[in-house]
């Protein structure tokens, strides 16, 4: 009768185990130690932009100072939509763009295109940067 001798194999399987851990180990240390953070030094060169006189709105209209006829000419915007944004703005002026939301038939679409050709100023004669549609 041949009997199996089982311990000489659970040995090396065991042997091959801690053998792997023991790999596993050192490959964790030696990626540690390559990934430590390194002192970086930055030198910063700052260079000056041009001085911004603000943005350039003077082939935009003014949505505080438009006239009813301007508006309409501005896209998506109609008799009804240009007596509702004077109305509108007559109570409060605008800030922004998106103050339109609140003039029913005035969504994101409809903002989207009027940035294109519109943009909000102060109607307290700050308004510098644009030429006054008014006087063609």
Do not use: W
């Amino acid at each position: 009768m041949k009997t199996i001798k089982a311990k000489p194999a659970l040995g090396y399987a065991s042997l091959a185990l801690c053998l792997g851990v023991v790999l596993l180990l050192i490959g964790l240390v030696i990626a540690e130690q390559t990934n430590q953070a390194k002192p970086v030094t930055l030198t910063l060169n700052p260079q000056l932009a041009p001085a911004s006189t603000g943005p350039d709105h003077s082939s935009k209209i003014n949505l505080n100072t438009a006239t009813l006829d301007e508006l309409m000419h501005m896209p998506g915007i109609g008799q009804y939509l240009a007596e509702q944004i004077i109305a509108q703005r007559a109570h409060h002026p605008f800030y922004f763009i998106e103050d339109l939301m609140v003039i029913s038939g005035i969504g994101e679409k409809r903002i989207k295109a009027l940035a294109e050709v519109a943009y909000v100023a102060p109607i307290d004669g700050s308004d510098e940067n644009h030429t006054d549609h008014l006087s063609d």
